[in-house]
């Protein structure tokens, strides 16, 4: 009798851990498959040990972190390359104060994200993409060419703030 219950408690646990894994990848594949870039988003998601039992609210914190990390790659990319434009500064100081306008956005998210305020944080992440978005076009803007190493780092930047705005339309309103 003592085992048959020892069996069916150990059957009862390994049924819960399975349905809170399940629920978890369900979450991360729910966001994940509505992103512009999915396996990016899937992999930005996992890598990190924080996604484990997270809610949207935590995923988002998540993404808004790596969103801010990638703008700062971004940044630091721009910087790497010469000078572009004629006026002073050009397009290169350009794109980093608008990275730099991305980056209090995400910051802003994060407080959205605490108060569940979706409206607030579709609005920022909103910001800090067309912040990024802005930078690409000052570069083809007239003809131009953006470095083929600056459009990398702007698109994953985009891609990666682009999962707040799944998050958002995902959020249960306000």
Same mark, same amino acid.
């Given at each position: ?6 069996l ?16 978890e990848?369900?979450?991360i ?6 992103a512009r870039n999915?396996?990016?988003c *899937?992999?930005?998601?996992r890598?990190?040990?924080r996604?484990?039992?997270? &809610?949207?609210?935590?995923l988002g914190e998540?993404?808004?972190e790596k969103?801010? *990390? ?8 721009i910087k790497?390359i010469p000078p572009?434009?004629s006026?002073k ?16 956005y995400l ?11 979706r409206d607030?944080l579709?609005?920022n992440a ?12 000052g570069?083809?803007? *007239?003809?131009?060419v953006e ?11 985009e &891609? ?7 998050i ?7």
């Amino acid at each position: 009798m003592a085992v048959s219950v020892i069996l069916l408690v150990t059957v009862k646990i390994a049924f819960f851990m399975m349905i809170c894994k399940s629920s978890e990848a369900d979450l991360i594949s729910k966001v994940c498959s509505s992103a512009r870039n999915p396996s990016l988003c *899937d992999q930005v998601l996992r890598s990190d040990p924080r996604s484990k039992g997270s &809610d949207l609210a935590g995923l988002g914190e998540i993404v808004v972190e790596k969103g801010q *990390d990638a703008v700062k790659a971004a940044v630091n990319v721009i910087k790497s390359i010469p000078p572009i434009g004629s006026a002073k500064g050009g397009v290169t100081d350009t794109c980093i104060e608008l990275f730099t306008d991305a980056i209090d956005y995400l910051n802003d998210c994060k407080q959205n994200l605490r108060s569940r305020d979706r409206d607030a944080l579709r609005r920022n992440a909103s910001g800090a993409m067309v912040g990024v978005e802005t930078c690409d076009d000052g570069f083809t803007e *007239d003809g131009g060419v953006e470095p083929p190493e600056v459009a990398r780092a702007d698109r994953r930047a985009e &891609d990666i703030i682009q999962v707040l705005l799944v998050i958002a339309s995902l959020s249960p309103p306000n």
